[in-house]
């Protein structure tokens, strides 16, 4: 790759690393934020399940238009609103106004979650799609190791505003670079926006047992990885009494985990084709998590015995993302904004559900969490099977 290659791929995955700092970054925060503005441990976690809500919501309306006009407009106004609403969040006196300015965040952010995916099927094949996307996944897999980390140390230091504060700086410094170095990918624009004619191409979407298949599968599995964020800093500091430093530093490895199983991905699929790897991620995905879900039960190894099946699912899913996501692209050249934007509208709508539901079924424990985690993968499993009657890994 060229170094004007190397540039376009770290903004591009700086860009789609918004929607992952903007939910880890204040993970450290939530007990305490959610004390300080009023409200329930329910509400708190919500704040979390209301941002995918708006993820899974805001990329409908993005994809078709960046399909019409092109990819940086949209882009550029989804950033300017992101990095307005988290202003917004620095300013919230209760709880119930950082839940709808949360919302408002997210509704900017997934505005790159649907472009980046959209520029990328726009300029590589699907094979190399699968490729990229694993690289682009190293460069946001940063984010989780990071974000914890810097939002525990600018949480002690300054209080939960500060941290949405450098989500505030985050934003607009994306939103410059995009500007200057990302140029439209969008070789001719679409057929004009009519409201019939978007609801048929998702419903054709929607009819595709191919796309279903993999957005579904991958959907469902990466739903997991949000529930375990939904409650994992209540799970870490108030279950097993760890401090907010040593939560960062548990979700940094976690995430590396993550990156080291997509940097893996990328090597494999010089070898072996994405939706191969896919299938045999996804069993090893489930297995783990059965696995996990039995540990939690019987309450074998302690808190180190939950973290190395927890550390395998999570390094699971840095196969899972960028595999079923090219799958499920593939055959859809020409209307890359719209299928991105349902593919990630049906993850983080799966993700949304997941949250709430972990978070509704939260009993102080590490329960919930480790059954949706398996449920999840053998779900994940089963509905690959069904739609795509593929599932032995060879």
Request: contains cysteine; positive net charge.
């Amino acid at each position: 790759m060229t170094a004007a290659e190397h540039r376009r791929i770290l903004l591009l995955g700086a860009i789609i690393a918004l929607a992952p700092m903007s939910i880890d970054l204040y993970l450290p925060a939530l007990p305490t934020l959610q004390q300080a503005l009023g409200g329930t441990a329910a509400q708190g976690q919500f704040t979390l399940s209301v941002y995918f809500l708006g993820l899974a919501m805001g990329q409908l309306i993005y994809g078709p238009v960046s399909d019409r006009i092109g990819r940086r407009k949209p882009l550029y106004f989804g950033l300017a609103l992101y990095a307005l609403a988290a202003l917004g969040c620095t300013l919230a006196t209760d709880i119930n106004s950082l839940i709808a300015l949360r919302f408002l965040q997210a509704l900017g952010g997934c505005a790159g979650m649907v472009i980046v995916r959209a520029v990328v099927r726009d300029l590589y094949t699907p094979q190399e799609m699968a490729r990229v996307l694993s690289m682009l996944l190293l460069v946001m897999g940063v984010a989780p190791i990071l974000a914890p980390l810097i939002g525990s140390w600018v949480f002690v230091a300054f209080g939960w505003q500060a941290v949405f504060g450098v989500l505030v700086a985050y934003g607009l410094a994306c939103l410059i670079m995009a500007a200057k170095y990302l140029p439209e990918t969008l070789a001719r624009p679409g057929e004009a926006l009519e409201f019939m004619r978007v609801l048929k191409g998702y419903g054709r979407l929607l009819r595709h047992r191919r796309f279903m298949g993999y957005a579904l599968s991958g959907g469902i599995a990466q739903a997991s990885l949000f529930a375990y964020i939904a409650v994992s800093s209540f799970v870490f500091i108030d279950f097993y009494a760890l401090s907010p430093t040593q939560y960062g530093l548990l979700f940094g490895v976690n995430a590396f985990g993550l990156i080291l199983g997509s940097q893996i991905n990328n090597w494999m699929l010089t070898r072996y084709r994405a939706e191969r790897v896919l299938r045999s991620a996804l069993i090893a995905y489930s297995s783990f998590g059965v696995v996990l879900a039995l540990v939690v039960i019987t309450g074998l190894g302690g808190l180190p015995g939950v973290l190395i099946p927890l550390w395998c699912c999570i390094a699971s899913l840095g196969f899972t993302f960028p595999n079923s996501t090219a799958a499920a692209m593939a055959p859809f050249g020409d209307r890359a904004g719209m299928a991105a934007a349902l593919l990630g509208t049906l993850q983080y709508g799966l993700a949304a559900i997941a949250s709430g539901v972990v978070a509704s079924l939260h009993d102080g424990t590490a329960l919930a969490m480790a059954l949706a985690i398996a449920a999840c993968g053998l779900i994940s499993v089963i509905v690959l099977r069904v739609l795509t009657g593929k599932l032995a890994p060879f």
